[in-house]
């Protein structure tokens, strides 16, 4: 069975309504720009479909020629003014809605970058992000492309109206078959050309694949493997493939498209057929006079013209609209942590006991816990190391501590209080950290630092790169702690090594100067002079700080006051290194192990 679509929570007039707000509040101009241009472009195309039958009937009149060259006049001008003001204001509508498209898109970015972090790991809560940025990507996008939507239906409106009140002279019979005619081929062609919204999986997986296939061969790190393993046939392969799936993807489709510009021939014969014999018939028995003929044909063509419009973009809308009731599902997605409705932290909070009491947490979608009913306290200035083998939990606990995660079972306390309680922004500020993930701007290195463009405190960022061991290469680098890191932006850029990398990240956690250091995995890309000249310098960078201090090297555990072995989640093993040796268990051989692989390294 197909799995039944869900519902939009909000429809095209609720969207509207959103919309109008969002431009009343930013940008009132896009509203009004809006309905001038539906009235010119409805009054430019009613002036000119008068145009030729008005100055007709003044010519089978006999009109003096002054007054026929005044009516020429006259319809020139309006149509100068009509059109004239239809390209202004059409060029000056641009900016408005872009500013309204930038402010929906700074939502989406607000709510991106301030949301829950659990709601980063929620794969339905990524999809609606990406649908989301995609309503804001270009001009043609729905967050900005509905004005251009809403123009056009008002055009259409307005002029349905004016040409139905020409049409009123005319057999009742006849607008019904403009309108049946119209309505019959709207819907076949929308049913026909939705085979290509049916199929669009189909056509998502050939582009897919085909991008897949062009960033891989234009990307910079994919160049040293394909030059050393061969592996150009087999992108080729992939390349060719995809093209042909996409070529027969087209080929059925533009048959299906066939078929509608057939059916849309074949109404369009009747409906022209139509009136042209009815307004030959009335010409025949009533003497209607040739500036009339062309007036009603003309106006009969026009009618169907406002008809399928109004069709074709309401149609549009409510395609728009499925997008948009996404967007705002997507900045309406419901946070599970409290922020401002939290309480504030108390005010100069120096020393913080964070206990983690009987937690266990299993991530979304998992069949047993990655943490299970473990208890931990971390005192005030003490320097506590977690080790264990890969998926023991090290980095979930320590999730779970900082606030990112909240326990499935059991609670975080900070002084006492269960933190759920707190805002969870302010409780974030009680740390320096750097992860094994960690983020770099695309700017120099004082700001990297400083993590801010102004007001940075450049004694204290030097001081803070020595304690890092990162001085010497700063100062080699052309314009020290003022030169760019990464190329991504600055072409005088530099690229660091992954130590140097680390380095600049432990720097970073220093000048935030938080009660409470979090290193995890902080010398992982260090060389072993390197790593134990870090340790070396780790009591004094953590001096008066409680730390914790992930590690898979358990040589750095000595300089730790606790050390906690994780086994399947659990605390299997506590006390400080040279006792854990003693104990002869788990730590202790994986100890060994260790030692006797740098013994053998030596021997080289």
Known sequence: MKEKKKKPTYNMWQNTAYFVKAAWDNCPSVLWICLLLAVATAGATVV??????????????????PQLLATIGVFTLALLLLWGGKSYLNTNALFGRIQVRMYIS??????????????????????WKEQALRTCNSNQDASEAIWTTWTDILTNVLGFA???????????????????????????????????????????????????????STKREYAQDFRIFGLRPWLEE????????????????????????????????????????????LTLTQGLSASQFLLYFSAISGF?????????????????????????????WPEPFAFEEGKPLPQDLKECEIVLDHVSYRYPGAEKDTISNLTFTLH?????????????????????????????????????????????????????????????LDTNVAVNVAQRVEDIDRERVAKCLEQAGLTQAVEALPRGMDTPVTRNVFEDGVELSGGQMQRLMLARALYRDAPVVVLDEPTAALDP????????????????????????????????????????????????????????GGYAKLFEVQSRYYQEGGEF
């Open 48 to 65: 000119e479909m008068l145009f030729v039958p008005v100055v007709l009937g003044q010519v089978e009149g006999h009109v003096p020629l």
């Open 106 to 127: 700074g939502e989406i970015s607000r709510k991106s970058t301030s949301t829950s972090f659990p709601n980063l790991l929620d794969t339905t809560f990524l999809k």
């Open 162 to 216: 004016v040409y139905l009140l020409l049409l009123t002279g005319l057999s009742g019979w006849m607008v019904a078959l403009v309108i049946l005619t119209t309505a019959v081929g709207f819907m076949v062609s929308e049913h026909l050309e939705g085979w290509g919204s049916r199929h669009r999986e189909e056509r998502a997986a050939c582009m897919n694949t085909i991008g897949y296939a062009r960033r891989v």
């Open 238 to 281: 992939v390349w060719s493939s995809a093209m042909g799936a996409y070529r027969a993807f087209l080929t059925r489709r533009e048959r299906v498209y066939f078929l509608v510009y057939v059916v849309d021939a074949l109404l369009t014969l009747l409906r022209n057929g139509g009136a042209y014999a009815y307004l030959i018939w």
């Open 304 to 332: 169907t013209q406002w008809v399928k419009g109004i069709m074709e973009q309401f149609s549009t809308l409510h395609r728009q609209s499925l997008e948009l009731s996404t967007l705002r599902e997507f900045l309406e």
């Open 380 to 440: 005030p200035g003490e320097k506590v190391a977690i080790v264990g083998l890969n998926g023991a939990g090290k980095t979930t606990l320590v999730k779970l501590l900082c606030g990112f995660l909240d326990p499935t079972q059991g609670c975080v306390r900070l002084n006492g209080v269960d933190i759920r309680a707190y805002n969870r922004r302010e409780y974030y500020h009680l740390f320096s950290a750097v992860f094994q993930e960690f983020s770099v």
């Open 529 to 584: 002079l390197a790593e134990h000249d870090i340790y070396m310098k780790y009591n004094s960078m953590t001096q008066g700080k409680s730390s914790l201090f992930i590690s898979h090297r358990l040589a750095s555990t000595r300089f730790c006051d606790r050390i906690l072995y994780l086994e399947h989640g659990r605390i299997a093993e506590e006390g400080t290194h040279q006792s854990l040796l003693d104990l002869g």
